[in-house]
T-cell receptor, first 115, second 114 residues
């Protein structure tokens, strides 16, 4: 049972335009959501996160939006740059009320930003 | 420099030959975990450890063992590797849970079992 879903295996965007990566989750106990970025031959690195008490978190060119009623989050990258080309993993966990010490990842979306 | 170090980075081995992938972190993190990444399957957790001498199974623990005798080290042991364990493995650590407790990943160990 896949609790975190990234339904788009890949996304191609022109440099300077907006990239929107989507993620859906099924477990209503999740209350903290993260995005990780992975370049080839490197480990994933933390990009941005959001708590379920918020609906938006912004860090420079990166913004994460959370729609709890739809169990959906999205990562917006504006403007997109060729260096953003990477695999992006969505992840979720339960932090409040006693964590289950488990971060559940989606399958990832390969973003390609074309010059 | 804060880091998670895995060794070896690349390994080709044969079925049944025991191997260990080491993992060490220098951030004094309590929590450590192993993941495998496979095409179309994303990152799946193998085992995790909340502290020294405390380990537990993740989603895909079959065929693997771990130990946590010291806080900084969390080796992954394949007692009798099989071809279905050919994968890219990542070790990760985090300070704890709550605000700021994000996962730090190593650079990965690519294992091929023939």
């Amino acid at each position: 049972d896949q609790q975190v879903k990234q339904n788009s295996p890949s996304l191609s965007v022109q440099e300077g335009r907006i990239s929107i990566l989507n993620c859906d989750y099924t477990n209503s106990m999740f209350d903290y959501f993260l995005w990780y970025k992975k370049y080839p031959a490197e480990g994933p690195t933390f990009l941005i996160s959001i708590s379920s008490i918020k609906d938006k978190n912004e860090d420079g060119r990166f913004t994460v939006f959370l729609n709890k009623s739809a169990k959906h989050l999205s990562l917006h990258i504006v403007p997109s740059q060729p260096g953003d080309s990477a695999v992006y993993f969505c992840a979720a966990e339960k932090r409040s009320g006693g964590s289950n010490y488990k971060l559940t990842f989606g399958k990832g979306t390969l973003l390609t930003v074309n010059p | 420099e804060a880091q998670v170090t895995q060794n070896p980075r690349y390994l080709i081995t044969v079925t049944g030959k025991k191997l260990t992938v080491t993992c060490s972190q220098n951030m004094n993190h309590e929590y450590m975990s192993w993941y495998r990444q496979d095409p179309g399957l994303g990152l799946r957790q193998i085992y995790y450890s909340m502290n020294v001498e405390v380990t537990d199974k993740g989603d895909v623990p079959e065929g693997y063992k771990v130990s946590r005798k010291e806080k900084r080290n969390f080796p992954l042991i394949l007692e009798s590797p099989s071809p279905n364990q050919t994968s890219l493995y990542f070790c990760a650590s985090r300070r704890g849970f709550g605000l700021g407790g994000e996962l730090f990943f190593g650079e990965g160990s690519r294992l091929t079992v023939l």
